[in-house]
């Protein structure tokens, strides 16, 4: 493994426990703030930094370079990665714990390699295979308290529902992020599309929350505020360029896998900060999700070997 190589995945790995920490934060945020005023703050402050961040890395005169198809690109990754996704994300968490909801994101890696396949012609093994089904199987129990039958329709409840609309905005994102990244780094990518987003949902919030959902915000607790910038400069503006990153150097599906370590990363921060309980369901559920994982990056190291060898 290369010195870059090494330096992406231990960026995945924080990215990993940041967006674990970004449930129990969000969840703080959505129980005391409109969920898309909350939401534009959150990527109003992080454009703030990237813009920041972009300007001192001598990049900036390069947004006046991007072609009309690279800017439309962009504006699509917005849509759902920032749009759609910080919607379910926040209403959802107006219902459902914490620790019970970093569990979807296990859900992310299955759908994203399936996606990567037919699209991309990824290559994938029994192994690796094998990994998903356990990820994905692991995540659903979790999920469901322990019962499979508890995410039906019927019985699921809306925040169910829309934890699973989360996990299709993010393989969005991601495979949109794929293309996007052929021809724009990830910095530029991820500052923009934090940009745009925040921009769509200042639309959105006045449509349907109204100025009144703005003239409260100042009355949140500073425990709130404390959670939401944590939420802007840590779960968005590091760990965004860290997993686009990812996406560009080791690909889609090997970026996506290092989320089935969020569950774990967001049952302890759940429990720590909120006192929420991690249930035999909820362990259970997060073992087979890393399980899972180890077995999906054993297996594309297995490929890669073996690509080696043929190549050789």
């Known amino acids: ?10 960026g995945l790995i924080a990215m990993a426990a940041l967006w674990g920490a ?29 813009l920041l961040w972009l300007h001192r890395s001598g990049r900036m005169g390069g947004l006046r370079a991007l072609a009309a198809r690279q800017w439309l690109g962009l504006a699509c990754a917005s849509a759902v990665g920032v ?23 296990a ?19 029994r192994l690796m295979w094998a990994g998903l089904v356990l990820a994905v199987s692991g995540a659903l129990y979790a999920l469901g308290g322990g019962s499979f039958a508890a995410l039906q329709p ?16 993010w393989v969005a994102y991601t495979l949109i992020g ?17 940009a745009i987003g925040a921009a769509l949902l200042l639309v959105a919030s006045l ?37 686009l990153n990812g996406v560009r150097v080791l690909g889609a599906g ?24 991690i249930t035999a369901s909820l362990m259970g559920g997060g073992a087979a999700a890393i399980a899972g994982m180890l077995l999906m990056n054993l297996g594309r190291w297995k490929a890669g070997r073996l690509e080696v060898l043929r190549k050789g």
């Open 107 to 125: 859900l992310n890696p299955v759908l994203t390699m399936l996606f990567a396949v037919l699209l991309f012609r990824e290559a994938v093994n």
């Open 154 to 169: 019927a019985s699921s409840g809306a925040g169910a529902l829309l934890l699973l609309g989360c996990a299709g905005c």
């Open 1 to 10: 493994m290369t010195i870059s190589n090494f330096s992406t995945h231990l």
């Open 254 to 277: 090997a970026a996506a896998a290092y989320m089935a370590l969020v569950p774990l990363w967001g049952m302890l921060f759940s429990s720590i900060w909120l006192g929420e309980p």
């Open 207 to 243: 449509v349907w929350e109204g100025p009144a959902a703005w003239a409260g915000l100042p009355t949140a607790d500073a425990h709130v505020w404390y959670s939401l910038v944590a939420l802007a400069l840590g779960a968005t503006a590091l760990a965004y360029a860290w997993y």
């Open 83 to 105: 749009l759609g996704y910080s919607i379910f994300f926040l209403l959802a968490l107006q219902t459902v714990p914490a620790g019970k909801a970093a569990m979807v994101v």
């Open 178 to 194: 794929r293309l996007v990244l052929a021809s724009v780094d990830a910095l530029t990518t991820t500052t923009v599309t934090a």
């Open 22 to 50: 970004s449930w129990p934060w969000g969840r703080v945020v959505a129980q005391a703030m409109p969920p898309l005023a909350a939401a534009c703050l959150r990527f109003l402050l992080a454009s703030a930094v990237l």
